[in-house]
Structure formats: C-alpha cells, structure tokens
C-alpha cells in the first residue's frame, strides 16, 4: 500500500481524496495554483506545494511542474481526480517511467476507451447493444448522409475524442447534418486537436443510465449498480440518483452485465463508469467509457456503503478487491445535487464572486462535499462547481423531500447558484412521477 500520494488536481475532489487518504494512513500532498493559495483543503493535506499561476495550461494541466512536485514530496503515487490530467494517457504514461504509480487504468486502456470509436467496437465486440450508427470513424459528408438515410434521422455527429459534451451536434435531414458534421468537427479539432467524429442515432428522449465498476490488477471486476443521470443541462449532469427508478431487476441484471463485459474485454483495472442511454422501450445502449472516479460516486457510496476513492487507492497499491459480487447490496435511494456557481437567470452564466454567506444544510441523511467556506472567493478559472449535496434516505419520496429540505437550508450569497434550479426540479411533477429524460431542463425549465 502507499503510504504518501500526490494529488493533482483541486476543488471537492482534492478534500474527498484527502479524506480517503487519512482513514487508510497515508500522507497526502496537494498542488496549487496561485488562485487557489487559499484553498480550505490546504490546511488538511499533510504538505502543498504551489505549481504555477491561475491558468490551467500552467498549474493543473502542467505535466512537468506536477511531476516535479511528486519527486520533490517523494510521493509514491499520484491520484488525479477528475477532470484535468485524469483521462490523459500521456500523463499516466509519464507517470509509470518516472516510477509513480498512477491511481487510475493503465495507459493503454485509457488510450482506446478515451477513443470512443474504439470503446464503440469494443463493445461491439463485447457482444453490448451500441446505439446504432457508423462503423467506425465517418471520413466525409457524403458518407454521413449516405448513413444517416440508412439508420433515419435524427443523427447525432460525435467527435471520436469527445468529453464534456462538446463535439456533439444533432441532425434532422441532409441539409442540417452537413452544418453538424462540419462544426462538430472543427469543434473537435480545436478543443481536442482531433477531428475524427462518428455517427450515431440521435435517440428520442433518452435516460442516461451508468453503472459504476471497479477491477482489480487479478482481473477481478465488480459492478456497483447504476446511476441515473437524465437531469443534464447542454449533456452536461446536474442532478444524479441511485437506483434508476424506473428499472426493473431483470434490466438492471442485464445492464450491470453488459457493462462487466465491456470492462473485462478491455482487460481494465481501477474505476470506471460504463455509460448507457436508455430508450422508451427501456432498451439500453452502450455509449461510452468513463476511466475516471466520477463527480457523481457519492450516489452510488450513499447506496452501497462502499468508499470508492478507498477501493481506488487500494486497488492501485496492489490490493485485490475483497468483496464477491454477491457481497456488494443497495439499500435506499440516494439523490446528488451539483450546486455550481451559476446564474440560473441569466442561462446558467458562471458567477464568480466573493462568498460572504455560506450556511451548510445537515441533519439526517445529508452529506455535503465542498471545500468551500464562508470568506472563500470562487474563481472565475475553473469548473463552476462549488459543493455537492447529497441525501439517502430509504426511499425516492423521502429522498426528495430531504433534498429539498437541505437545498431550502443551503445559503451561498451574495453569488448566484444552481441551488433554485436543483429546488424547481424537484418539485416539478414530471420529475416526482419518473417522467424526464436527458432533455427535460431544456424543455421545462428554459
Ligand atoms: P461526453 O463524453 O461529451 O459527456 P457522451 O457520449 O457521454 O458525451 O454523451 C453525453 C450526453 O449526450 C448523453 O448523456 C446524452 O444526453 C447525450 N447523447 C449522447 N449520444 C446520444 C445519442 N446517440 N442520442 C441521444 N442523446 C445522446
């Protein structure tokens, strides 16, 4: 087991890593960036070091400056987080020859999952229903339209190397796929310096369901159940629960499978999320590889009662997992809310600012994770999310309700927040009896 890691990477997920670390003994370092100089998890790692000015390109994505800080601690392995450096090949390459251990999935599974036409084919492979689309990369417009009338529109173009919702553009005809297929492509190519894209049905009002694993360096693979994660803004999440509520227990089996052989024919170790879009029909399609811990692993821990980021860390140093999938049980529902530092009025713009009023909700069933603090100042560099509210409580009716209960007691000002958003969701009817899909803010919440 380790017994001093480096973390590269800021925000909640360096607090959560920090928490994880001191429960199983072992040192941490973080690193910062100029802006972050403040940063309340500073005071709890057992060292920092400061690796560059607020700009990601010069802190948080600066290979050299992250390597030379894991030499100077001496640490033994580095934990990425997400975002950032977490789904970089090169970075975990680098990693391994500097002789750190790098908490995540070797290099080469990185590398083919983080192409999503080739995680495409390994599913295919993996004998998982893939949503229907291209074989492949597409090369040229008149290959797209050629494909797009055999499979019907709507289609989706999407880059091969794609994260974070960007590189995506749906098409209804000829005409639009065109414009799709040419800006997805220079979206691509500008935001991931590739341009390959391939083409998918677009699905009509999809739930996006996603099944945690974790594998072990002996091939052991373990499902932790799903999550539901149909509530995005722009396919980006907002709020996650586990279980889906509206699968059954023969579906559920049947995904949790499906996502186990996708794992196993990747030859994967560490964590992983294995994503899925649901149909109407409840029919379910594989879309891609996450080789990363997720924003939202606190839904399936709540559920599970199983520390992730522990297992993680374990796993990396060498352990084998312990447990037999029968070992691993769900019990209650658990709800994540994303409280983002956004103006919900002003179409979610970043907002920035000076936190004067930070008042915590609490009481049963409720765990918050931020690293923010009354007196923090929120940057405008980085990711807008400031802290996530999570509750579980038996079941779904109880766990709105205690959701809303804390989201009613959580007070950030004078900054704007997605807290009023998360509250209108949660009341809105559709949501209460199951009915939304991934395009529900868009349709009744604009
Ligand atoms: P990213 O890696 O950028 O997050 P994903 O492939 O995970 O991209 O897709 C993100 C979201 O985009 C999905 O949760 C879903 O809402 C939407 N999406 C992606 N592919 C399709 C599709 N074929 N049909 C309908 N919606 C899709």
């Known amino acids: 087991?380790?017994?001093?890691?480096?973390?590269?990477?800021?925000?909640?997920?360096?607090?959560?890593?920090?928490?994880?670390?001191?429960?199983?003994?072992?040192?941490?370092?973080?690193?910062?960036?100029?802006?972050?100089?403040?940063?309340?998890?500073?005071?709890?790692?057992?060292?920092?070091?400061c690796i560059g000015p607020a700009s990601p390109a010069q802190s948080y994505l600066n290979i050299p400056a992250i390597i030379s800080a894991a030499e100077v601690a001496d640490v033994d392995a580095i934990h990425p987080g997400y975002g950032f450096l977490a789904e970089n090949a090169h970075f975990a390459q680098i990693c391994l020859d500097c002789g750190i251990a790098f908490i995540g999935p070797r290099p080469e599974s990185m590398r083919m999952l983080g192409d999503?036409?080739?995680?495409?084919?390994?599913a295919k492979k993996a004998h998982v229903p893939v949503v229907p689309g291209s074989d492949g990369q597409i090369k040229d417009e008149k290959e797209a339209i050629k494909l797009a009338n055999k499979i019907g529109y709507p289609v989706i173009v999407k880059a091969a190397a794609g994260g974070g919702g960007r590189g995506m553009r749906v098409a209804h005809n000829d005409i639009?796929?065109?414009?799709?297929?040419?800006?997805a492509r220079a979206e691509a190519e500008s935001a991931f310096k590739d341009g390959t894209v391939y083409l998918e049905k677009y699905i009509i009002e999809p739930r996006h369901v996603e099944v945690q694993i974790m594998a072990d360096k002996s091939g052991n693979a373990l499902h932790f159940f799903e999550r539901d994660c149909s509530i995005q803004r722009r396919h980006q999440k907002l709020i996650?629960?586990?279980?889906?509520?509206?699968?059954d227990e023969r579906t559920r089996e049947e995904l949790c499978k499906a996502a186990l052989k996708v794992i196993k024919?990747?030859?994967?170790?560490?964590?992983?999320?294995?994503?899925?879009?649901?149909?109407?029909?409840?029919?379910?399609?594989?879309?891609?590889?996450?080789?990363?811990?997720?924003?939202?692993h606190p839904v399936t821990e709540?559920?599970?009662?199983?520390?992730?980021?522990?297992?993680?860390?374990?796993?990396?140093?060498?352990?084998?997992?312990?447990l037999k999938q029968r070992d691993i049980t769900h019990s209650g529902v658990a709800i994540e809310c994303r409280i983002n530092a956004e103006d919900p009025d002003r179409n979610f713009a970043p907002c920035p600012g000076k936190v004067d009023?930070?008042?915590?909700?609490?009481?049963m069933g409720v765990r918050v994770d931020t690293h923010i603090y009354q007196g923090a100042v929120v940057t405008p560099y980085y990711d807008s999310m400031i802290a996530k509210l999570i509750?579980?409580?038996?079941?779904r009716e109880e766990a709105i309700i205690t959701m809303k209960r804390a989201l009613s007691e959580f007070r950030i000002g004078p900054i704007k927040t997605t807290i009023p958003a998360c509250f209108k969701i949660l009341s809105h009817n559709m949501y209460l009896q199951n009915k939304v899909d991934t395009s529900f803010i868009e349709q009744h919440l604009s």
Do not use: W
Not at 116 to 122: N, S
Not at 176 to 183: G, H, K, P, Q, V
Not at 357 to 363: D, E
């Open 1 to 49: 087991m380790f017994s001093k890691i480096l973390i590269a990477n800021r925000g909640e997920i360096a607090l959560r890593i920090i928490r994880a670390c001191r429960e199983l003994g072992i040192e941490t370092v973080v690193v910062y960036s100029e802006a972050d100089r403040n940063a309340s998890y500073i005071e709890l790692a057992d060292e920092a070091i």
């Open 116 to 122: 999503k036409v080739a995680a495409r084919e390994l």
């Open 265 to 296: 024919e990747a030859k994967y170790e560490n964590a992983a999320t294995v994503e899925f879009l649901l149909d109407r029909n409840k029919k379910f399609y594989f879309i891609e590889v996450n080789t990363r811990i997720q924003v939202e």
């Open 240 to 247: 996650e629960e586990s279980p889906c509520p509206i699968l």
């Open 391 to 395: 509750v579980h409580r038996p079941t």
């Open 357 to 363: 009023k930070f008042i915590l909700p609490g009481g």
């Open 176 to 183: 639009s796929l065109r414009n799709a297929f040419a800006t």
């Open 302 to 322: 709540m559920v599970t009662g199983i520390d992730l980021i522990k297992m993680q860390l374990r796993v990396a140093g060498g352990q084998n997992i312990n």
